[in-house]
């Protein structure tokens, strides 16, 4: 059985391996690009020993590096007599390999030994060996950004464990609305305690506070359409392959209503199980 929280990720130039070491290391793998294939059995050591606070590694190991075609199988092999790591051979067509290099106006690896297309022909003939050795092989020559990180997840994740991050963040309009908002909610149509004498230098994490806020009818229709939207949107979110979201929730000076929404969003979000960190960026202002 391979090991899923040790990948070495390999294939073909232009088959999409950095995007997906990215996806990767967004879901918590430490991921390294281009080392030297040699070193990888005495980071396997330290690994296994513990010398180090990585619970999830990711190595990204090509063409790029001289010898890697001659020398890879040798070293898999030392690899794998002291764990079983998951090797992931990433491939794409010939047509969609030309295209991306185009796009991306790089040099194939293999430029200087002869046209594009024989460089990718060359490589996929080096590389036979390698792709055979293999526990999985994807191929991306129809499948866009998202539609790679879906695959990664449905393939290697179970269902459920791959979940989004999130942060909400409340704030002041009267201060600017954070700048990386996915989704932005005003809540300046809420009861505002701000004109409550006994209420005024509270925030909305004080009970007395978010009492007198929810004590209204608007604001639980409000709290109950806020949670079915935003129930209803993140598995569009985590099915789109999005891996952080920020959610901001305003008021006039951020200090009462968006901070007792954000909370009350929180404590929602985390009874559905997912990650959620907060922010209250103008309660003390």
């Known amino acids: 059985m391979?090991?899923?929280?040790?990948?070495?990720?390999t294939g073909l130039s232009g088959s999409g391996k950095t995007t997906a070491s990215r996806f990767f290391e967004d879901l918590g793998y430490y991921c390294m690009d281009n080392?030297?294939?040699?070193?990888?059995?005495?980071?396997?050591?330290?690994?296994?020993?513990?010398?180090?606070?990585?619970?999830?590694?990711?190595?990204?190991?090509?063409?790029?590096?001289?010898?890697?075609?001659?020398?890879?199988?040798?070293i898999l092999e030392k690899i794998r007599k002291k764990l079983s790591p998951c090797v992931i051979f990433m491939e794409a067509s010939d047509e969609t390999i030309i295209k991306r290099f185009s796009e991306s106006r790089r040099p194939h690896p293999l430029t200087g030994q002869g046209?594009?297309?024989?460089?990718?022909?060359?490589?996929?003939?080096?590389?036979?060996?390698?792709?055979?050795?293999?526990?999985?092989v994807i191929d991306t020559s129809k499948t866009s950004i998202s539609d790679l990180k879906k695959l990664i997840s449905d393939r290697f994740f179970k269902k459920n464990e791959y979940r989004i991050q999130i942060m909400l963040v409340s704030f002041?309009?009267?201060?600017?609305?954070?700048?990386?908002?996915?989704?932005?909610?005003?809540?300046?149509?809420?009861?505002?305690?701000?004109?409550?004498?006994?209420?005024?230098?509270k925030t909305g994490q004080e009970k007395k506070v978010s009492d007198y806020i929810y004590n209204s009818e608007i604001t639980k229709k409000y709290i109950n359409y806020l949670f079915g939207f935003i129930d209803f949107q993140l598995p569009c979110f985590i099915e789109e392959g999005?891996?952080?979201?920020?959610?901001?929730?305003?008021?006039?000076?951020g200090k009462h209503r968006s901070v007792a929404v954000a909370e009350w969003l929180k404590e929602h979000l985390e009874s559905k199980k997912y990650s959620v960190q907060i922010i209250h960026r103008d309660m003390f202002r």
């Open 2 to 9: 391979t090991d899923y929280n040790f990948l070495i990720i």
């Open 35 to 74: 080392i030297p294939a040699k070193l990888i059995p005495n980071f396997v050591d330290l690994w296994k020993k513990k010398e180090f606070q990585i619970d999830k590694v990711a190595f990204v190991i090509d063409i790029r590096e001289a010898g890697f075609v001659t020398e890879f199988p040798e």
């Open 115 to 136: 046209t594009v297309i024989q460089n990718i022909q060359m490589e996929r003939d080096k590389l036979a060996e390698i792709k055979s050795l293999s526990d999985e």
């Open 172 to 201: 002041g309009y009267k201060y600017g609305v954070p700048l990386d908002s996915d989704l932005v909610f005003d809540t300046r149509f809420l009861p505002n305690p701000h004109y409550i004498d006994r209420l005024r230098d």
């Open 242 to 253: 999005k891996s952080c979201l920020t959610i901001s929730i305003g008021c006039t000076g």
